[in-house]
């Protein structure tokens, strides 16, 4: 099919979902080479975003588009009919996040340059959801998340926590600052531990880098903030009796991840090529499997629309310092990350995407769990 014929294919397909080819609207895309057509009816989602990145269409609201797009699910008409097939199989025959893999995120997204995280997160470098339930600003809405997490965990003083996925340790300082525990946090980016041992230096704080699959030692609480992306439909059943076998018996282990609403065996393309490598969103049913026989579920506290939020806070800090970044980043990784930011809070908004903190216990809290908001 011509690129040409292709056109009003596509115009009557995204009619529906409000959206106009070079319309008025803000959410409409404008089309400056007719190659999309065709990229994106034999790529999909990697089409879609690999034609953005490179300059053949733009879009006032890419948010607003992506959110329509997929609460219509005019998304699941246009893609790839070739290629799913073929990384699903590749997806359930190979272990994209088996050991030998594991810092490859590490070093292809985390280690992308401080300066980057510095200029788009908050003043804690805090690089996972916010929690906007009474919040103002992306400053207010971390500080909740973090204080959340705390008292669904029940911090006290002199406590050992754990974090797996640590990050720049936001969540470590803050939780030695205020509630008096100490914490040890993996990770695999270097980056990471370098500035992140320089703003906690003083605090009963240390940095690995290590695997999750290495650790084998007892503490009082586990935390895992936005880490469990990575770790891989294959692993999450190793990944839960790694924080079983390292949780004291009364202890309290809270998981924080993205949530799939189906259970996906493979990458999105697009994102596993440019952003996450290897990285997929679990599924209810998934993570019931893993920690089935392991653990109690006490909570499950869903606020995925957050998440929306948070990216748009996240995009218009980098979109702002933009013109300080310039000189190390190029055009190309401005329109990739852009797409990055905006195309998951279309998503999250369109709650094809959901947040998800869960607390576990062992045995069950004695008494009963008492949920936190």
């Known amino acids: 099919m011509q690129h040409s014929r292709l056109r009003p294919y596509f115009a009557k397909l995204l009619g529906p979902a409000g959206i106009t080819l070079d319309g008025p609207n803000r ?5 400056h080479d007719e190659r999309f057509f ?25 948010d607003e588009f992506i959110f329509l797009l997929l609460r219509s699910g005019t998304d699941g008409q246009v893609s790839s009919r070739f290629l799913a097939p073929l990384r699903d199989v590749a997806g359930r025959l190979v272990n994209l996040q088996s050991r030998s893999r594991a810092f490859q995120i590490g ?15 908050d003043s804690r470098l805090t690089y996972t959801c916010g929690y906007w339930k009474t919040a103002q600003n992306l400053e207010q809405a971390q500080e909740a998340k973090l204080d959340l997490v705390c008292r669904k965990l029940g911090l006290k003083a002199g406590q050992r926590v754990l974090d797996i996925g640590c990050g720049w340790g936001s969540f470590m300082k803050f939780a030695a600052e205020r509630y008096g525990v100490q914490c040890v946090g993996l990770t695999v980016s270097k980056e990471q531990v370098a500035l992140g041992r320089e703003l906690c230096r003083g605090l009963p704080i240390e940095f690995r880098l290590q695997d999750y699959r290495e650790i084998n030692e007892g503490f009082d609480h ?41 259970s996906i065996h493979t990458p999105d393309p697009w994102f596993h090529r440019y952003i996450f490598p290897n990285g997929m969103a679990p599924s209810i049913a998934q993570i019931g499997r893993a920690a089935e026989q392991l653990f109690v579920m006490e909570d499950w506290h869903n606020f995925g629309y957050d998440y929306s939020l948070t990216l748009l806070a996240w995009y218009k800090n980098f979109n702002e310092h933009w013109p300080e970044l310039k000189n190390k980043y190029d055009e190309r990784f401005y329109r990739m990350w852009k797409y990055y930011l905006l195309s998951l809070a279309g998503a999250f908004r369109a709650r094809n995407l959901q ?7 062992k045995k069950g809290v004695g008494g009963g769990y008492h949920s936190v908001r």
């Not at 959410?27 to 089309?31: A, H, N, T, Y």
């Not at 070093?107 to 997160?121: C, I, P």
């Not at 895992?224 to 770790?231: K, T, Y």
């Not at 924080?243 to 809270?254: P, Q, T």
């Open 27 to 31: 959410s409409d895309p404008q089309i």
């Open 38 to 62: 065709w990229r994106v009816l034999a790529h999909g989602s990697l089409g879609l975003g690999e034609s953005y990145t490179e300059g053949w269409w733009d879009c006032e609201r890419l």
């Open 107 to 121: 070093r292809e997204h985390y280690d992308k340059g401080n300066d980057l995280y510095q200029a788009m997160l």
């Open 222 to 262: 586990i935390v895992s903030l936005g880490m469990f992306e990575h770790v891989g439909y294959k692993n999450y059943p190793t990944f839960m009796r790694v924080a079983e076998r390292c949780l004291k018996d009364d202890g309290l282990f809270l998981l924080h991840t993205f949530g799939n609403n189906v």
């Open 355 to 361: 947040l998800w903190q869960m607390v576990f216990s």
